[in-house]
Nanobody, 121 residues
Framework: QVHLVESGGGSVQDGGSLRLSCAASGHGYCMGWFRQAPGKEREGVAFIDIFGRTSYADSVKGRFTVTEDNGLTTLFLQMNSLKPEDTAMYFC??????????????????WGQGTQVTVAS
């Protein structure tokens, strides 16, 4: 099983930036970031697959960038132009998919413990 550990969360002002990191003991076909705000469902934020293809939630396109290193065992999420609505617990995740297919929320079955991101207005 893949073990995932996130780091890099914190508190910033509206418009600020943060970079999250995830150290993984292995990797899946799909790697990505999810977030969950209080009272809301967990949502996929950014995904990257073994081909390096990326996808983003509409709410973060143009502001967040997912990258990887060490063959998908290190994952990053660069978050720029942060907004108060980005406040949430952010989770690194891993999952599997059919070879060649795109990653979706339903492909993920391993999550880290999360790191809190708080954006003050």
């Amino acid at each position: 099983q893949v073990h995932l550990v996130e780091s890099g969360g914190g508190s910033v002002q509206d418009g600020g930036s943060l970079r999250l990191s995830c150290a993984a003991s292995g990797h899946g076909y799909c790697m990505g970031w999810f977030r969950q705000a209080p009272g809301k469902e967990r949502e996929g934020v950014a995904f990257i697959d073994i081909f390096g293809r990326t996808s983003y939630a509409d709410s973060v396109k143009g502001r967040f960038t997912v990258t990887e290193d060490n063959g998908l065992t290190t994952l990053f999420l660069q978050m720029n132009s942060l907004k108060p609505e980005d406040t949430a617990m952010y989770f690194c995740a891993a999952g599997q998919a059919t070879y060649g297919s795109a990653c979706t929320d339903r492909n993920f079955n391993r999550w880290g413990q999360g790191t809190q991101v708080t954006v003050a207005s």
